[in-house]
């Protein structure tokens, strides 16, 4: 379980040490996102995180300039090193680079099937929309009927899983969910689904049902590692044996509190703080979740 407010959690007889969380990620050499957002949120749920470098982005924290993926061997042979040696709960998958290393951790995830895998789709809109597109073709073909979990903002999600809808009405979540789950994904959740005066929505569906939903205010402030953030420290709550909807309810209150103590390290967004509960503010008794607050994803970033 994740900590509530903004102390850090006590020790506990009870905790679950040794759960490890496997993530495949590009390094950001801005710490925004990446796989400085997924380790640093795996750990504050209590989680080990086993880190898989798929490649490195040239980026700021105001915009993603190039990214350099590499090659597939070497992805599949940093993960075969830790899945040999260490008892793996969960496989958390962001941006991998290319479709071979997309293939390449298909493979993978499918020699352990019994074990849950989160997918994070991030907005590239940033990318050449060719390379974005067979990289997102990869990903409908090999991953999603492999992934547990489908967790992306609701513009990011809508024109990959329904390139086609000719509605008026925007795709719902449980529209989104349905065409996740006819490759073959059980559950989805939708993020930042706009809603009338400054609210927004996250919803997660099946295609049967909505599990649970919650409408909250935007902040202001634009911000970038977002995405990464939720979706790693989800992953880690899963691997932990959490419950999902309540893993959901988790994820996003820590990642409410993050956005609460968001910095503006450089000239550009402004960036979670992923280890808000560690600091010591004084304010013990100002500690409760922040229930209409919410998030805004900066449309260039990787973690819709």
Known sequence: MIPSTTTPPPPDDDSLPGVCALTFNANDPSGAGG???????????????????????ARDTAEIVDHFPLDDEAVTEQARAALEDIAVQVFKVGFVG?????????????????????????NLGWWQEDRADLYQDACSELLLPLTTLLVGNHSTLSRWLLP??????????????????????PYTLVTGIALPD???????ATANTVICSSKIERFEAVF???????????????????????????????????????FQPGMGQVLPDRLFWARDDGN??????????????APNDTRH
């Open 164 to 185: 086609d809808w000719e509605q008026e009405r925007a795709p719902s979540a449980r529209d989104i969910a349905m065409a996740a789950n006819a490759q073959g994904v």
């Open 284 to 297: 013990e008794d100002d500690d409760e979740s922040n229930e209409t607050s919410s998030f805004e994803i």
């Open 98 to 122: 290319s479709p071979e290393n997309v293939s390449a951790i298909a493979e993978l995830a499918s020699d352990y099937a019994d074990v849950p895998l989160v997918l994070y789709m991030p």
């Open 35 to 57: 796989l400085s957002a997924d380790i640093m949120a795996i750990a504050s749920m209590g989680v080990h995180a086993l880190p898989v470098v798929t490649g490195a982005y």
């Open 224 to 262: 970038t590692g977002a995405g990464d953030t939720l979706s790693a420290a989800l992953a880690a709550l899963v691997a932990s044996g959490t419950e999902l909807s309540e893993s959901v309810n988790e994820a996003l209150n820590y990642l409410d509190n993050c956005l609460e103590g968001g």
């Open 198 to 204: 400054q609210y927004v929505e996250n919803t997660l």
